[in-house]
């Protein structure tokens, strides 16, 4: 079937790391990204990565994906206040369905 | 370049009645999908158009409805309300015949409340 799960919330100190965890069922999934949505906003792309790569860094962003547990994560190195918001992990399965499948999210808390 | 537009930011209806939400993509983009935002469901999709085609649509009742135009423009319509349908309802572009690679680009959203 088709599910993303993620914890629901996270708390870290400004300048600490963060790292929110993310597992996907379809092990078609081609693409799987971290989507941001602040307070009335839509989702921001963040970062995605291909099937085939096990890690992929983008400035303060580390994202890390093993296929075999179908576990994808996303570090972020010293944590802002500005970080504080909704991340989502999303999986695009590659069998033509044509839509991206979201995790519920995880609110990020950045305590000061 | 602009980003993805939806009309109108804010909505209040009545309960049975109907409502038209828009969303134009960014300029080149083709595929268009809609999702449904609600604290309890999170995100739900709703339906995805590519070149006028619908080509997948989400679990929901046949009162949510869409169409894609000629100029990739996209609307959505749910027709007898209900208090249920609250939700923020969010459009997504993408650029690629075939949706997913690059992700999405969303628009802010459409904030729909039934009364």
């Known amino acids: 079937g088709e599910d993303v799960e993620q914890s629901l919330f996270l708390s870290v100190r400004e300048g600490d790391s963060s790292v929110i965890n993310c597992t996907y069922t379809d092990s078609s999934s081609t693409y799987l990204y971290w989507y941001k949505q602040e307070p009335g906003a839509g989702l921001q792309l963040l970062t995605y990565i291909f099937s085939n790569m096990d890690m992929k860094q983008d400035q303060r962003l580390t994202v890390l994906l093993n296929k075999k547990d179908k576990h994808l994560s996303l570090r972020i190195a010293d944590t802002q206040t500005g970080d504080s918001a909704i991340y989502f992990c999303a999986e695009f399965p590659n069998t033509g369905g044509f839509k991206t499948i979201f995790g519920a999210g995880t609110r990020l808390f950045v305590k000061a | 370049k602009a980003g993805v537009t939806q009309t109108p930011r804010y909505l209040i209806k009545t309960r049975g009645q109907q409502v038209t939400l828009s969303c134009s993509p960014i300029s080149g983009h083709r595929s268009v999908s809609w999702y449904q935002q609600t604290p309890g469901q999170g995100l739900q999709f709703l339906f995805e158009?590519?070149?006028?085609?619908?080509?997948n649509k989400g679990n929901f009742p046949g009162r949510f409805s869409g169409r894609q135009f000629s100029n990739s423009r996209s609307e959505m319509n749910v027709s007898t309300l209900e208090l249920g349908d609250s939700a923020l309802y969010l459009c997504a572009s993408s650029s690629p015949s075939v949706s997913g690679g690059d992700g999405y680009t969303f628009g802010s959203g459409t904030r729909l409340t039934v009364v």
């Open positions: 158009y590519f070149s006028e085609t619908q080509r």
